[in-house]
């Protein structure tokens, strides 16, 4: 099952590490301005607003959430050929907003199998999460030469490949059983009504928005300041390779330094990690250093939410759950975020982007000091 699991996660994340460095690089040569890139990804984002909800009620009232991963993700496919039948704004904003629409109905659910696979070895997670991002790795140093050589061009052709093998390797993954729900188990809406978890989502929620900049922005950041395609592949890779060093050590700072430290470590480094962006671009051994911060900024981050939703939303809350952590963070964060970015960088300019995004990390470190309390892990 380990491998069943991994491997879906590997070819998840590879995909992303096709779209998310280089659809922006793609959009350029496409002839968009700023604005206009900033838009489309965020329409990208901003479906995992809704789409997680819709498709974590199905799958709750179901009970078949490997059903619901595995429609999902054939009709995202489908939706993303799309894209070989015109480059206008009107079409792409079209085609993506239906393939993300599919797309982001597959990993809050898997999310969800994946914990209930394990059972009580949730501390385990982590080192299965840990193949996305060995996944991303592949995909954006190897995709960095390619483009390099042949062009931004190849990107839809390899995300329809990419796609199609996250598909094939859902069918390979079995249902899992969740766990019944406990004697006392709490309504959803009493759920969301307490301080812990209003502050739990509203930390994902501008921590995400800060990373707007960087899942929008970066690639084209660092090109405007001479960097190559491989170059950047490269830096992206860094950072996830540092993010798998997390995976592989969270079952053990979990127990030892508890959920609420790891948190506010994460959001601290996180706007240490902007503000090195925003005002030394232009030195690449500061970049590389920087870039090692994504350890907390995505993974630490990452692997301390999972746990924290899991513990909170319980029984039959367990999809919506992981759902509402996605549609909150992921999407209505960074969609805010990536919006947010292209109006900054074309205002502002991109340091002062990477600026405001430092602050809303900060902002999100004060608001998890305030109101998650250490008994929370």
């Not at 707007?212 to 592949?233: C, D, M, N, V």
């Not at 050590?249 to 508890?258: A, D, I, S, Y």
Request: charge should be positive; proline fraction near 4%; charged fraction near 10%.
């Amino acid at each position: 099952m380990y491998w069943r699991l991994s491997g879906f996660y590997f070819f998840y994340f590879a995909a992303l590490g096709a779209l998310i460095p280089y659809w922006g690089l793609y959009l350029r040569d496409l002839g968009f301005g700023a604005a206009e890139i900033g838009e489309l990804v965020a329409i990208i984002i901003a479906t995992k607003i809704i789409a997680p909800n819709v498709w974590g009620w199905i799958a709750d009232h179901s009970g078949r959430r490997m059903a619901v991963v595995r429609i999902g993700c054939l009709l995202a496919v489908l939706a993303f050929a799309g894209i070989f039948l015109g480059h206008g704004y009107g079409w792409l904003a079209l085609v993506m907003s239906l393939f993300s629409f599919f797309w982001n109905a597959a990993l809050p659910q898997f999310e969800a199998v994946t914990l209930n696979h394990l059972g009580d070895d949730t501390h385990r997670y982590s080192s299965i999460r840990l193949w996305g991002s060995i996944g991303f790795i592949v995909a954006v140093v190897a995709l960095g030469a390619l483009f390099d050589r042949a062009g931004t061009g190849w990107l839809p052709a390899v995300l329809v490949l990419l796609l199609g093998a996250i598909w094939l390797s859902s069918l390979l993954v079995p249902e899992a059983t969740a766990a019944p729900p406990p004697s006392d188990h709490e309504p959803l809406r009493r759920v969301l009504a307490k301080p812990a978890v209003v502050s739990l989502l509203l930390v994902c929620f501008l921590l995400q928005a800060s990373h707007g900049p960087y899942y929008t922005f970066y690639s084209l950041y660092l090109s405007a300041h001479g960097y190559s395609e491989t170059a950047i592949g490269q830096l992206w890779a860094l950072g996830v390779v540092a993010e798998i060093g997390v995976f592989l050590r969270m079952h053990q700072w979990l127990p030892r330094f508890g959920a609420r430290r790891l948190l506010l470590a994460a959001t601290a480094l996180t706007a240490l990690r902007w503000l090195l962006t925003a005002w030394l671009v232009d030195q690449a051994w500061v970049m590389v250093a920087a870039q090692t911060l994504h350890a907390a900024s995505y993974g630490v981050y990452h692997a301390v939410a999972i746990f924290l939703v899991h513990g909170l939303f319980t029984g039959p809350n367990q999809g919506r759950g992981q759902a509402l952590y996605s549609s909150l963070s992921f999407g209505a964060g960074g969609a805010a975020g990536s919006l947010a970015a292209g109006y900054l960088w074309t205002g502002i300019g991109a340091s002062g982007m990477y600026v405001a995004a430092a602050a809303t990390a900060a902002l999100a470190g004060l608001i998890a000091w305030r109101g998650i309390a250490p008994s929370s892990g």
